[in-house]
T-cell receptor, first 115, second 112 residues
Framework: EAGVTQFPSHSVIEKGQTVTLRCDPI?????LYWYRRVMGKEIKFLLH????????ESGMPNNRFLAERTGGTYSTLKVQPAELEDSGVYFC?????????????FGNGTRLTVT | DAKTTQPNSMESNEEEPVHLPCNHS???????IHWYRQLPSQGPEYVIH???SNVNNRMASLAIAEDRKSSTLILHRATLRDAAVYYC?????????????FGGGTRLMVKP
C-alpha cells in the first residue's frame, strides 16, 4: 500500500507570503492528522480530521493557519501570511481508526523555511 | 496526557541488543504505551504498543513493568538502520482519536 505522501518536500517563502501544504493519506484512512516541529522544539499536534470534519484543532497556533479536507480525501494546510516563526517541518499522518489500536502512519514531512 | 521520561541519548554496537528505557510514573489505567521512532529525514514510524503484557512484533519487543510505571523497548540485534530517535508515548484508550504527544525521545546511535 502506498504511504502518506506530502507535497512539496521543501518550500522557501518570504515573510508575508502564502504557502499551501498538501497531504495525501493512505487510501481508506478516515483519520488525518497534522503535526509540526519548529526549530529545536518537540513535534507538536496541530489538528485531527475524521473524514472531512475537524475533530480536534486545539493545536492550531493562530488564525493564520487554515486546514481543509474537502471530500474526506487529501488535506491542505495553508499558512497566510507566513511569519518567521512558522519555519519548521510539517508532518501529516493518517490512521484507519481513531483509537489507541490504530497506529499513525506519517509522511516524510514538508520542510518550510520563511525568510 | 501523562508525561514520559527517556534518556536523551544512548549508544549501541551493531548486532548487539539494545534496551531503551522509559519512565511513566503517572500512567493511568486507560493509558496504552506506544513507541514510535524517527529515522533521519523521515517522519515518525510506529514501532509497537502495549497495555500490561509484554508484546513482540517483527520490529521489537516491549517489556512493561508489573506496576506499569516503566517500560523498555528491546531491539534484539541493532543494525545501522536502527539509528533513530525513539519516542515513548502514552495514549489514552478511553478517548478515541486522541493525538500523540511527543516528548524529546532517545537518540540511539549504532556503532559498526
Amino acid at each position: 500500500e502506498a504511504g502518506v505522501t506530502q507535497f512539496p518536500s521543501h518550500s522557501v517563502i518570504e515573510k508575508g507570503q502564502t504557502v499551501t501544504l498538501r497531504c495525501d493519506p493512505i487510501s481508506g484512512h478516515d483519520n488525518l492528522y497534522w503535526y509540526r516541529r519548529v526549530m529545536g522544539k518537540e513535534i507538536k499536534f496541530l489538528l485531527h480530521f475524521v473524514k472531512e470534519s475537524k475533530q480536534d484543532e486545539s493545536g492550531m497556533p493562530n488564525n493564520r493557519f487554515l486546514a481543509e479536507r474537502t471530500g474526506g480525501t487529501y488535506s491542505t494546510l495553508k499558512v497566510q501570511p507566513a511569519e518567521l516563526e512558522d519555519s519548521g517541518v510539517y508532518f501529516c499522518a493518517s490512521s484507519r481508526g481513531g483509537s489507541y489500536n490504530s497506529p499513525l502512519h506519517f509522511g516524510n514531512g514538508t520542510r518550510l523555511t520563511v525568510t | 496526557d501523562a508525561k514520559t521520561t527517556q534518556p536523551n541519548s544512548m549508544e549501541s554496537n551493531e548486532e548487539e541488543p539494545v534496551h531503551l528505557p522509559c519512565n511513566h510514573s503517572t500512567i493511568s489505567g486507560t493509558d496504552y504505551i506506544h513507541w514510535y521512532r524517527q529515522l533521519p529525514s523521515q517522519g515518525p514510524e510506529y514501532v509497537i504498543h502495549g497495555l500490561t503484557s509484554n508484546v513482540n512484533n517483527r520490529m521489537a519487543s516491549l517489556a512493561i513493568a508489573e506496576d506499569r510505571k516503566s517500560s523498555t523497548l528491546i531491539l534484539h540485534r541493532a543494525t545501522l538502520r536502527d539509528a533513530a530517535v525513539y519516542y515513548c508515548i502514552l495514549r489514552d484508550h478511553s478517548n478515541a482519536g486522541n493525538m500523540l504527544t511527543f516528548g524529546g525521545g532517545t537518540r540511539l546511535m549504532v556503532k559498526p
